[in-house]
């Protein structure tokens, strides 16, 4: 059994390799960072994966699937509610 004195130091040389990949996504529209989408093979080659902030989700999702956003979703007024 292990316990917290057996664990592994914190190494404060730098970040680990999921932490670079995570800080390094950015929106494929607008850049913004820490997307919330990634869109992956199928739909990209392999090893490529295309991220989108939840604006361009569907932008992107088109992108990739040849089927365009139609434009009156894209200007829908806010809810009174």
Do not use: I, N
């Not at 999921?18 to 390094?24: R, T």
């Not at 850049?31 to 992107?60: D, I, K, S, Y």
């Amino acid at each position: 059994m292990q316990t917290d004195h057996d664990a592994q130091p914190f190494d404060p040389t730098g970040p680990s390799d999921a932490m670079q990949e995570y800080e390094a996504r950015r929106c494929h529209a607008c850049q913004a960072r820490h997307p919330a989408f990634g869109f992956g093979p199928p739909l990209t080659r392999p090893g490529m994966v295309l991220w989108a902030c939840g604006t361009h989700r569907a932008e992107v999702d088109g992108l990739l699937t040849g089927s365009p956003r139609p434009k009156a979703a894209a200007k829908r007024q806010p809810t009174l509610l």
